[in-house]
């Protein structure tokens, strides 16, 4: 086994945290896996995993090596793709991140069509409701909901979403429409622990902003959980539009507040650039960009 393919066993093992699970991911015995990192630990003369009977974990030396080996494997790609021309075709692992529900509805189903497309590519989703740092965690593409920083990283807009007020047309004809932020104080509130939105609640209004601390009678860990408690009737809801899209066009949920709500968040598709963006990733976001433009939820200027 080339050093090349050392580190491609190694990186592996140090992203699944796991000698099995990179055994599968590669197409490899578990046997050859360990084989091939106790060779480059003994090459290199430390260790990078420290291993326990129950787990894997990275001592510093590797942390170190893992940074060094993505970037000299994505450079070793970037060459061959570069000798290869016009012609080269998408290949090898693309790693991804979204928010949880996001990812669900609206990038679950791109990367399926992707993947059918472009079958020598496989995927790695990271859904998770936080920002993961694409260098640190290895993340060839993103897709980010909000204002982003200055990062130096590409993006390309692909829409936007709105912070929305909501409940079941039950739960309003039973307790009545609030016409201001106030008066939320005044209905149950249903909310998910992974939102920001907990206590005070921001509003643009048309004397200026309006702020409202709110006290959720019920505190979920997921924002399905806090959307279901709404569409049942138990109350209201604040979550992003496309969260709730479907259930207001199937009409269980009706937007409140409309004239209160702050400006739409974008949703950007983020990636890394370099001396050249490989194959991969090109296709990728030109085919998630295309698909996410594309939906009306997302873009509700677009006609259906």
């Known amino acids: 086994m080339d050093r090349f393919q050392e580190m491609q066993v190694f990186l592996a093992v140090a992203e699944e945290q796991s000698f099995a699970a990179a055994?599968?991911?590669l197409n490899m015995s578990p046997p050859s896996v360990t084989r091939a990192v106790a060779a480059l630990e003994e090459r290199i003369g430390?260790?990078?995993?420290?291993?326990?009977?129950?787990s894997v974990h990275i001592t510093e030396a590797g942390q170190r090596y893992v940074e060094d080996c993505r970037r000299i494997?994505?450079?070793l790609e970037e060459a061959e793709e570069s000798a290869a021309g016009s012609h080269a075709m998408p290949r090898g692992q693309l790693t991804l991140t979204a928010p949880v529900l996001f990812g669900e509805l609206y990038v679950t189903p791109v990367m399926v069509?992707?993947?059918?497309?472009?079958?020598?590519v496989?995927?790695?989703?990271?859904?998770?409701?936080?920002?993961?740092?694409?260098?640190?965690?290895?993340?060839d593409v993103?897709?980010?909901?909000?204002?982003?920083?200055?990062?130096?990283?590409?993006t390309v807009k692909v829409g936007e979403v709105r912070q929305v007020i909501c409940a079941s047309p039950a739960y309003l004809a039973e307790h009545g429409r609030p016409q201001h932020p106030e008066q939320l104080q005044q209905h149950r509130i249903a909310l998910s622990s992974a939102s920001h939105l907990l206590s005070d609640w921001h509003f643009a209004g048309v004397d200026g902003p309006v702020s409202v601390r709110t006290e959720p009678r019920l505190i979920v860990t997921a924002n399905q959980a806090a959307i279901n408690a709404a569409c049942m009737g138990w109350g209201v809801t604040r979550v992003l539009s496309y969260q709730v899209a479907g259930k207001i066009a199937a009409g269980e949920l009706e937007v409140v507040l409309q004239d209160f709500e702050q400006p739409p968040l974008p949703i950007h598709v983020v990636y890394q650039g370099g001396r050249k963006i490989s194959a991969k990733?090109?296709?990728?976001?030109?085919?998630?960009a295309a698909r996410l433009s594309q939906d009306v939820a997302l873009n509700p200027g677009r006609k259906g």
């Open 23 to 25: 055994a599968r991911r």
């Open 113 to 120: 069509d992707y993947l059918n497309e472009y079958p020598a």
């Open 122 to 139: 496989n995927i790695k989703a990271l859904l998770v409701d936080r920002v993961v740092s694409m260098v640190d965690d290895g993340i």
């Open 142 to 154: 993103a897709i980010r909901i909000g204002n982003l920083p200055d990062s130096g990283l590409h």
């Open 73 to 75: 494997l994505a450079e």
């Open 46 to 54: 430390t260790l990078l995993l420290a291993r326990t009977t129950r």
């Open 281 to 288: 990733v090109r296709s990728f976001v030109d085919f998630c």
